[in-house]
């Protein structure tokens, strides 16, 4: 569920969706979430922290005062790492402004990336999606013309599984590609991996409500 201040709207589909998800929670004691989770654990722990393609992407996080955070700074290094070491690569910095903000995620990213000497001519911004779904779904039109080559997906690895499930869902030809060089426990990773899970296990309800319904409008916004 989204409420968008500039269109005074509310996501219907997405509250809805919500709902159904709570239920499906409730009447299986919290069996989805755990089979979510477990899905969550195991992409964090075995993702790739290496690739070889020449099309990146890495996921924006919300800013703070200070601006970057830990997060943002880990998957912008290993954009960086990457870019370096494939001089012919080229990034696409995704994620949109924080109501009241001016400053865009992609924006803070292309300009730390840029302060550590990338040319400005192997990025491009994508600065109107505010969560992951609208991310990937813009990222789909605008490396349209790359279908046949898979897509290098940065982000933390507590979030990797959260990605490749929409990307998948989206038919989006991609790659994970973890900040991280391995998963590593802190207090903070277990309440972020069930934030995850539950996510993904909104996303999956409201995918297969829309199919039983056979509502089209929802689906053209899943896949």
Not at 56 to 76: A, N, P
Not at 184 to 211: C, D, H, Q, V
Request: contains cysteine.
């Amino acid at each position: 569920m989204q409420f968008d201040p500039e269109r005074g709207a509310i996501d219907w589909d997405g509250l809805w969706t919500f709902g159904l998800s709570l239920i499906l929670l409730i009447v299986g004691i919290g069996i989805p979430l755990l089979i979510s989770l477990i899905y969550v654990y195991r992409t964090a722990k075995s993702a790739p922290n290496e690739c070889d393609c020449d099309s990146l992407l890495v996921f924006g996080k919300r800013l703070t005062k200070q601006g970057i955070d830990q997060d943002y700074h880990l998957r912008l290094e290993k954009t960086l790492e990457l870019m370096r070491n494939n001089p012919q690569s080229t990034l696409l910095l995704v994620g949109g402004a924080a109501p009241g903000e001016n400053l865009t995620e992609a924006q803070a990213g292309r300009d730390y990336l840029i302060g550590k000497g990338i040319g400005e001519s192997r990025l491009r911004l994508e600065q109107q999606s505010q969560n992951t779904l609208e991310n990937l779904q813009h990222a789909r039109t605008m490396l349209s013309q790359q279908d046949a080559y898979p897509v290098a997906l940065i982000s933390n690895r507590y979030h990797l599984a959260r990605i490749s499930t929409i990307a998948t869902s989206l038919s989006l030809n991609h790659q994970l590609c973890a900040s991280e060089a391995a998963l590593r426990f802190s207090p903070l990773l277990l309440p972020r991996m069930i934030i995850e899970a539950w996510y993904i296990l909104w996303f999956n309800t409201g995918k297969s409500w829309s199919r039983l319904i056979r509502s089209q409008r929802m689906l053209n916004r899943v896949t």
